[in-house]
């Protein structure tokens, strides 16, 4: 069944732009500038920043079967998952095992249901050959939330679920439309930050820290990058309410751990965390310590892994967004 351009752009979400190619439709989360900022450092993390993390298709159907095709493009892993959602409960989740290209086929339970399919967090999906029956698009009734991170936020563990990423678990609580712009490895970027994004958000998230406490930088570099991501973030969208979530408990901090943090780590880990509390402090930006986001028990994160499993990602949700609903929805 065809879709005019129209249509197909209010059911995707999650997204700046559709690209049309001869392989499928490409839903980008990113601007073109804001994927060469990372093609440009390497092929890691070009295939970062082309996955389609908090993309999702949402739409009411009258179709008695929905089906689309799909091809892999870049990707960090291709064992991932696509979840599907009717009326708001996940009721079906397609596992990809390596292949390069599949078809998914969905019977709804019942009549006139809405449906909504969650694109894998770690790998760029083209779509072809869609078939979803007359279409009616979704709107949201809840703010529009950007999220701003690293891997964690990105939810490069999510293989399984793709719909259990923090950004997703979190905009659910209040109907929320959402972008996720986290890309894995990344560490405060202000280089990223672009206004042109085809998403005007209501609020801002910020998840970095993690990756800038690894000591291959110096620690005046840390210090003068992440004031000038806040400063620019804070120029680019003024008025607009940002969240700066520090990072969260690291499995090298547990009792019985075979590889703990040296002094040095510690040091470093100390020195992430005042910047960042001091430069939304500068920059009038809410401060969330994220180590009160977590347990602090290796049973809620990946073994020997900083991420967390998707039951941890729950509380961390449930958690973040306990602490922040006064803030954003009242």
């Known amino acids: 069944m065809e879709y005019s351009k129209k ?7 999650g997204i700046h732009e559709l690209v049309f190619t001869d392989t499928g439709i490409w839903p980008a989360r990113m601007t073109l500038r804001q994927r060469e900022y990372f093609t440009s450092k390497n092929e890691s993390f070009a295939m970062r920043a082309y996955c389609d993390s908090g993309i999702y298709m949402d ?15 870049l990707a960090y892993r291709k064992q991932v998952a696509f979840d599907i959602y009717e009326n708001d409960v996940l009721v079906y989740s397609y596992m990809c095992r390596g292949e390069s290209s599949g078809r998914i086929e969905y019977i709804p339970n019942s009549k006139s249901p809405r449906i909504t399919v969650y694109f894998p967090c770690i790998a760029q999906i083209f779509v072809s050959n869609l078939s979803l029956g007359c279409v009616c698009s979704v709107k949201r009734t809840g703010k529009k939330l950007m999220f701003l991170g690293d891997s964690i936020a990105q939810g490069v563990d999510c ?3 793709p719909s259990m990423n923090l950004p997703n678990l979190y905009s659910r609580f209040e109907d929320c439309e959402y972008i996720n712009l986290a890309v894995g490895s990344a560490m405060f970027c202000p280089d990223f930050i672009d206004q042109t994004l085809n998403f005007v958000p209501d609020v801002i998230f910020v998840a970095y820290g993690a990756n800038d406490t690894a000591l291959t930088v110096s620690d005046n570099f840390v210090r003068q990058n992440t004031d000038r991501f806040f400063s ?10 940002i969240i700066a979530i520090s990072p969260i408990w690291y499995y090298r901090e547990a009792p019985l751990c075979v590889n703990p943090f040296k002094k040095e780590d510690t040091d470093r880990w100390a020195l992430v965390y005042s910047v960042i509390e001091s430069c939304c402090e500068k920059y009038g930006i809410k401060y969330i310590c994220g180590r009160t986001l977590m347990p602090h028990l290796q049973d809620f994160y990946r073994t020997d892994d900083p991420h967390p499993t998707e039951i941890g990602f729950s509380l961390y949700a449930s958690e973040l967004y306990r602490v922040t609903k006064n803030f954003i929805f009242t």
Do not use: C, K, N, Q
């Open 232 to 241: 620019v973030l804070r120029d680019t969208y003024s008025g607009i309410p």
């Open 7 to 13: 249509t197909l752009y209010e059911i995707f979400h």
């Open 59 to 73: 739409f009411y159907t009258d179709a008695e079967r929905i089906s689309f095709d799909y091809t892999f493009g």
């Open 159 to 161: 293989g399984s679920h």
